[in-house]
């Protein structure tokens, strides 16, 4: 295919799944249960991380989660007991257990004590000159195991570019956070509610279906689905849209897990 087909190709994929309907069985649906900004911060925060795997398993641990929160997160991270979290001892996802699940509870809550915003855990490690969110994803997985008690297991949910991660659940909740689509749409998938970080240093959250269909497409040439390769990617997306390179993962997605390309 020429580029301008690719183009094309990807354009009408993004207009397609970039739609409401998008949400429902999607991890996103499950900030989308709330209004408030933190509410939606913590909610996507969790899905986000917890996204691999099949969908539908995802979003059930999420709402196990949400459940034992009363289904307030914010209010929950901000004003948790010890005893609040006895219902929590046996929460597993995969590999994610209590341990992390408390870890990251407290570092939450730190958080909240002194911000507004779960922004500017990311946003204030960026220098005036960055080109893209390298340095905000490794500035928050430092902020995040800052304190030595910090459990070594719990590290490895928290990715960062520093150990050439493809960081894709970090990103796509990036994505989520930063996209605007608020002008186009009635209800938008993503929220656009960070305005210190700009779409055009989104990088596009990668795993094995948007790397294969990449490749099909001559859009990637790295092999490993690696940092570089994320990097190496968003680069040929921002020849079709530098200011929001990132919306092609609707199409790279929905062309490879809907429609098996």
């Known amino acids: 295919m020429s580029v301008n087909a690719i183009k094309n190709l990807l354009d009408q994929k993004v207009k397609e799944y970039n739609q409401t309907f998008f949400i429902e069985k999607d ?3 499950i900030p989308h249960r709330f209004q408030q900004l933190q509410d939606i911060e ?3 925060f969790f899905a986000a991380l917890f996204a691999w ?4 398993s ?4 999420c709402t196990r989660l949400l459940n034992a929160m009363d289904n307030a997160p914010f209010d929950f991270v901000t004003n948790y007991k010890e ?3 006895k219902p929590l001892l046996g929460f597993v996802h995969r590999t994610f257990n209590a341990t992390d699940l408390f870890w990251l509870l407290q570092f939450l809550k730190r958080h909240y004590a002194e911000h507004v915003s779960l922004e500017i855990a990311f946003a204030q490690f960026l220098h005036p000159l960055s080109t893209d969110v390298s340095q905000a994803l490794i500035g928050f997985h430092n902020y995040v195991f800052a304190i030595p008690e910090a459990p070594e297991r719990t590290k490895k949910h928290i990715a960062t570019p520093a150990k050439n991660s493809a960081c894709k659940r970090l990103n796509m909740f990036l994505r989520w956070m930063v996209r605007d689509d608020n002008a186009l749409m009635t209800q938008p998938v993503d929220f656009g509610l960070w305005k210190q970080i700009k779409p055009s240093m989104l990088i596009c959250p990668l795993d094995v279906h948007v ?3 990449a490749r099909r497409l001559s ?3 790295r ?7 994320a990097q190496e990617l968003t680069e040929y997306l921002r020849k079709f849209d530098k200011n929001d390179p990132v919306k092609y993962d609707f199409a790279l997605f929905g062309l490879g897990v809907i429609e098996r390309f």
């Open 211 to 213: 790397g294969n269909v």
């Open 27 to 29: 991890p996103v649906s």
């Open 58 to 61: 995802i979003i059930n641990s």
């Open 42 to 44: 913590i909610a996507g």
């Open 53 to 56: 795997g099949n969908r539908t």
């Open 83 to 85: 005893s609040d979290l």
């Open 219 to 221: 859009l990637l040439e």
């Open 223 to 229: 092999q490993q689905n690696d940092w570089k390769a």
